[in-house]
């Protein structure tokens, strides 16, 4: 199995996942460039057309993309893991945090990658707040969205980084700085994050 990556990209979220999960994987790292290639020497666009990570070999011949489905098929490699609840209501609650993750956080923040200037900054960071406000009310008082850590913090973890680093006001929202804490303290966290060269705290 193989996971493209690109250093604190969403795909982060995934090699978190292969870290908690215990799975044999090997990193590939993508350079973002005019030209997209691997550090095995590929040139991306190869392996996803599209040119965006994360993308998933699953060692059998197939290939995955899409953040939140590589993130619930690393679950299901390790299903004593718990990484995602399967049964009940509980499967479709975190089956719509994660599109939620996916849909309005991830892609809500997009825009301030493609350097905004100050109108699309300022709708972006309003956005975001109002969104993060929703989630940290999903969150509650627990110490993980779902319940128990799932592939949703993971996902969550990795997509509040980037709020942080374009810093995005969550003042009024002080349950999220512990979380990205508590989450950061995982040792699968803080594995992945070394390996991708990233501060662990
Ligand atoms: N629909 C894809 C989007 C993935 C995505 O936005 N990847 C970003 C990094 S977080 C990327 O590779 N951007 C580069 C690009 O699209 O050119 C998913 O949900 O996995």
């Excluded at 399967?86 to 849909?103: D, H, S, V, Y």
């Excluded at 809500?108 to 109002?130: I, V, W």
């Excluded at 006001?169 to 995982?186: G, I, K, N, W």
Aim: hydrophobic residues 40%; negative net charge.
């Amino acid at each position: 199995m193989k996971l493209y990556y690109a250093t604190g990209a969403c795909s982060l979220g995934p090699h978190i996942i292969i870290r908690e999960a215990g799975l044999d994987a090997e990193l590939d790292k993508v350079t973002f460039g005019a030209e997209r290639t691997t550090e095995s020497g590929k040139d991306f666009y190869t392996i996803n057309p599209q040119g965006a990570v994360p993308v998933l070999e699953t060692g059998d011949g197939e290939t995955l993309t899409e953040a939140q489905v590589l993130l619930q098929y690393l679950a299901s490699l390790a299903p004593a893991k718990n990484l995602m609840p399967t049964e009940g209501f509980a499967k479709w609650r975190a089956l719509a945090t994660l599109n939620f993750i996916a849909t309005e956080l991830h892609k809500g923040t997009s825009p301030l990658f493609r350097k905004p200037n100050d109108e699309a900054r300022d709708a972006a960071h309003k956005l975001l707040q109002n969104r993060w406000g929703l989630f940290a009310q999903k969150l509650g008082d627990k110490d993980y969205v779902v319940g128990e850590f799932s592939v949703a913090d993971a996902y969550a973890f990795t997509v509040l980084r980037w709020a942080r680093q374009f810093k995005v006001d969550l003042s009024a929202l002080p349950t999220l700085e512990a979380y990205f804490q508590r989450v950061q303290a995982r040792p699968a966290v803080q594995q992945a994050l070394t390996e991708e060269g990233l501060p662990t705290s």
